[in-house]
Each structure stands twice: as structure tokens, then as C-alpha cells.
T-cell receptor, first 113, second 117 residues
């Protein structure tokens, strides 16, 4: 089934540890995105990539990094996790055309303690 | 830059009653408009979208939304809701044309719809 796979589904992480959230899509979409979802704040864009080899900063990029070595994979790394990064993280992709909208993964629930 | 405001954070309603979830947007250029639905512990799914043509768009499960350019609104409605419609609903906009924001969606803060028996 075509779509986006995120891993892990959930994780409890000690503060100060490094963590990589994985995202893989099999739809050959050009653009990929990482959002965090927090109660009352909706979805906020962390980083995005319009095509393989390029990345850009979103609304809340601090403390996060991404890479886009190929079309399918878009991992999100927390270099040194802090409790304020406790959130649900969603990866999404789109063919880039403005009218296509996004396909979302099922999310990663991350708790930093 | 575009922005989206969902006017109600929570909407409680009884089963079989009508419901309206309100969405207003702001943009300096023309936009495409979307509604997404998120069921508990799941990702977001596209519910419906307006690209062009008829200002009234419908989903397969009975929701509809009407694009009102003069009021910059894209309210979501359903004449009779079911328990299974309980979810969080997100309005989103995407700018038409070039620029760094091309193709990127800006989301509202979400409206939690709770349908009571």
C-alpha cells in the first residue's frame, strides 16, 4: 500500500540524548515535510524539502535537523533532546503542485523526560 | 504570508444535529483550500479541497465546504452528524503561484468535533 511510513510509533527519551525519527515514502513525491503537533497549537512546520538534496527551515526549526539524500527518505534528528520537544511528530509528502495537498504518516509520539 | 484561523477550538454537538466548523484565511495571493480530518491516534487525512470552479465542494461522507472569496472563508458543514464523525478537523491553505511557499500548506489550529449520543 502506497504511503508514508514513520518509525518509531512512540518513544520515551532521556533529555540530552540524540534521536532520529525516520520517514519513508513510496509515492515518489518531490516534497516532504516534518510537523509537530501540540495541543492548542495545531501543526507547526519544522523543516521541509522541496526535492532530494535540498532542505529548508520551517516555523520551529531550532533543535532539529533534517537531510534528504534521496527522494524516499526524510529523517528528522534531535541532536540533544529537551522536554519541550515532547510532541507528536508527523511526516508528510506531496507532489509539490500547490493543489495536491499532503499525504501524512501516522505519527511518532515522543516523550522527553 | 498566508494564515488560517479556525474560530472554534471545540464544538460539541448531539448526534443527527447539523454542524458548522468555521475557517477564515488571509493571503496576499490566490489560494487553494483544504480540510483535513484526524481521528484519534491517527495521522491527518484529506477530507475535501477547493481548487477552482464551483465554490461548493463535497466529501464522500456527507461533509461540504463553501469557498467565499469576499469573506475569505471556507466553512465546513454537515447537515446531520454521526458518532463516527468525532475527530479533530484542520483547515489549511496553499498559495497558488511561485515563491518559497509554493506548495506548502499552512494549517489552522484545529477544531475538535465531539458528537454525543
Amino acid at each position: 500500500i502506497a504511503g508514508i511510513t514513520q518509525a518509531p510509533t512512540s518513544q520515551i527519551l532521556a533529555a540530552g540524548r540524540r534521536m532520529t525519527l525516520r520517514c519513508t515514502q513510496d509515492m515518489r513525491h518531490n516534497a516532504m515535510y516534518w510537523y509537530r503537533q501540540d495541543l492548542g497549537l495545531g501543526l507547526r512546520l519544522i523543516h521541509y524539502s522541496n526535492t532530494a538534496g535540498t532542505t529548508g527551515k520551517g516555523e520551529v526549526p531550532d533543535g532539529y535537523s533534517v537531510s534528504r539524500a534521496n527522494t524516499d527518505d526524510f529523517p528528522l534528528t534531535l541532536a540533544s533532546a529537551v522536554p519541550s520537544q515532547t510532541s507528536v511528530y508527523f511526516c508528510a509528502s506531496s507532489p509539490t503542485r500547490a493543489g495536491d495537498g499532503y499525504t501524512f504518516g501516522s505519527g511518532t509520539r515522543l516523550t522527553v523526560v | 504570508a498566508q494564515s488560517v484561523t479556525q474560530l472554534d477550538s471545540q464544538v460539541p454537538v448531539f448526534e443527527e444535529a447539523p454542524v458548522e466548523l468555521r475557517c477564515n484565511y488571509s493571503s496576499s495571493v490566490s489560494v487553494y483550500l483544504f480540510w483535513y480530518v484526524q481521528y484519534p491516534n491517527q495521522g491527518l487525512q484529506l477530507l475535501l479541497k477547493y481548487l477552482s470552479g464551483s465554490t461548493l465542494v463535497e466529501s464522500i461522507n456527507g461533509f461540504e465546504a463553501e469557498f467565499n472569496k469576499s469573506q475569505t472563508s471556507f466553512h465546513l458543514r454537515k447537515p446531520s452528524v454521526h458518532i463516527s464523525d468525532t475527530a479533530e478537523y484542520f483547515c489549511a491553505v496553499s498559495e497558488i503561484g511561485g515563491g518559497t511557499s509554493y506548495g506548502k500548506l499552512t494549517f489552522g489550529q484545529g477544531t475538535i468535533l465531539t458528537v454525543h449520543p
